[in-house]
């Protein structure tokens, strides 16, 4: 369809929320063809003009592009230039390059990004199916897939095997309890950043915030109390420290005693992760069972804050409010 030679047989333009899906989708695919993807490229590309750079890769270099689509993009800083570039692309050649993959249930399209275009239910056929269809699309649109060889494949296992005994070193080091410490530090920065825009948004939402004396914060809602509490074993390394996160229905002192002892404060949910840092050198936090479901400290404090906040609208909702 287009034989031009491009930088890129693939952009992928996302919001921070879905970074782990693309890497995947990046893991994926790179070693079969050209990929760009932004913390990838972070370094290259530091001291240099991001705006002009997005614009050309989204627009001009990229033979198709692949959009991790929920409700926020294109109103992030990235994928609103993203954005921009996509429909000039767009305008001048038609949508046929764009790939839409859904992140998130009843998502609203904008009018230009059609989902009548090709669009991927990831959830229902899954990330090797979606790969798939990007390879095919990248064929159409003039790129050669590279088809990797015995050798290639054991050459991408052994560094990928380095890396991870790389990673696990620096974890079990006193470095790495320093990086774990700084991530809870994050977490308390995150907190405080969705109260100021919680308060900023409503005229009297109950939402306190307060640090505790022991590596946590807490958040305590009409009667529901959040916390996020690090707990380390040994004083140089994080073997055996992990974060717990805990929401009840009930209400504690700075100590962690209850306020009134006499009431009864029900456990809804809680985890037990541990600091971690993924193939990409994302900082965040996985289970700590099972040494999997990465996820990066903003969502993490954002998925916990938005099922506090549906708790208390459920038991507002039930009192009459």
Same mark, same amino acid.
């Given at each position: 369809?287009?034989?031009?030679? *491009?930088?890129?047989?693939?952009?992928?333009?996302?919001?921070?929320?879905?970074?782990?899906?693309?890497?995947?989708?990046?893991?994926?695919?790179?070693?079969?063809?050209?990929?760009?993807? $932004?913390?990838?490229?972070?370094?290259?590309?530091?001291?240099?003009?991001?705006?002009?750079?997005? @614009?050309?890769?989204?627009?001009?270099?990229?033979?198709?592009?692949?959009?991790?689509?929920?409700?926020?993009?294109?109103?992030?800083?990235?994928?609103?230039?993203?954005?921009?570039? &996509?429909?000039?692309?767009?305008?001048?050649?038609?949508?046929?390059?764009?790939? &839409?993959? +859904?992140?998130?249930?009843?998502?609203?399209? +904008?009018?230009?990004?059609?989902? @009548?275009?090709?669009?991927?239910?990831?959830?229902? !056929?899954? #990330?090797?199916?979606?790969?798939?269809?990007?390879?095919?699309?990248?064929?159409?649109?003039?790129?050669?897939?590279?088809?990797?060889?015995?050798?290639?494949?054991?050459?991408?296992?052994?560094?990928?095997?380095?890396? *991870?005994?790389?990673?696990?070193?620096?974890?079990?080091?006193?470095?790495?309890?320093?990086?774990?410490? @700084?991530?809870?530090?994050?977490?308390?920065?995150?907190?405080?950043?969705?109260?100021?825009?919680?308060?900023?948004?409503?005229?009297?939402?109950?939402?306190?915030?307060?640090?505790? /004396?022991?590596?946590?914060?807490? &958040?305590?809602?009409?009667?529901?109390?959040?916390?996020?509490?690090?707990?380390?074993? $040994?004083?140089?390394?994080?073997?055996?420290?992990?974060?717990? #996160?805990?929401?009840?229905?009930?209400?504690?002192?700075?100590?962690?005693?209850?306020?009134? +002892?006499?009431?009864?404060?029900?456990?809804?949910?809680?985890?037990?992760?541990?600091?971690?840092? @993924?193939?990409?050198?994302?900082?965040?936090?996985?289970? #700590?069972?099972? /040494?999997?479901?990465?996820?990066?400290?903003? &969502?993490?404090?954002?998925? !916990?804050?938005?099922?506090?906040?549906?708790?208390?609208?459920?038991?507002?909702?039930?009192?009459?409010?």
């Amino acid at each position: 369809m287009n034989n031009q030679i *491009k930088k890129y047989d693939v952009a992928f333009s996302f919001t921070h929320k879905d970074e782990i899906l693309a890497g995947q989708l990046y893991e994926l695919l790179r070693n079969r063809m050209s990929c760009f993807i $932004y913390f990838e490229e972070q370094k290259r590309l530091a001291g240099e003009d991001g705006e002009r750079i997005f @614009n050309s890769v989204f627009s001009q270099e990229s033979r198709i592009v692949v959009i991790l689509y929920n409700n926020d993009w294109g109103k992030t800083k990235w994928t609103r230039i993203e954005q921009t570039a &996509i429909k000039n692309k767009g305008f001048d050649e038609g949508y046929d390059f764009a790939i &839409i993959i +859904p992140t998130q249930k009843n998502v609203e399209f +904008p009018e230009w990004l059609s989902k @009548n275009k090709i669009c991927i239910d990831i959830d229902r !056929w899954g #990330i090797e199916s979606a790969a798939s269809v990007i390879e095919t699309r990248v064929q159409q649109f003039g790129g050669e897939i590279k088809i990797e060889s015995v050798a290639d494949i054991a050459a991408r296992a052994e560094k990928s095997l380095v890396e *991870k005994k790389i990673r696990k070193q620096l974890l079990d080091s006193p470095e790495g309890l320093k990086l774990a410490f @700084n991530e809870v530090q994050e977490i308390i920065s995150e907190v405080h950043r969705h109260e100021t825009q919680i308060k900023s948004q409503t005229d009297s939402w109950h939402f306190l915030v307060r640090n505790n /004396n022991r590596n946590g914060v807490e &958040i305590i809602s009409f009667g529901f109390h959040l916390t996020f509490q690090f707990y380390q074993k $040994y004083a140089n390394t994080s073997d055996d420290a992990y974060l717990l #996160i805990t929401l009840y229905n009930g209400s504690f002192d700075e100590n962690g005693y209850p306020k009134d +002892p006499f009431s009864k404060n029900e456990l809804i949910s809680e985890a037990r992760l541990k600091f971690s840092i @993924n193939v990409f050198d994302q900082r965040g936090w996985i289970d #700590i069972e099972t /040494n999997e479901n990465f996820v990066a400290t903003s &969502i993490l404090v954002e998925q !916990w804050i938005k099922e506090l906040i549906y708790n208390v609208t459920r038991e507002r909702q039930d009192q009459g409010y």
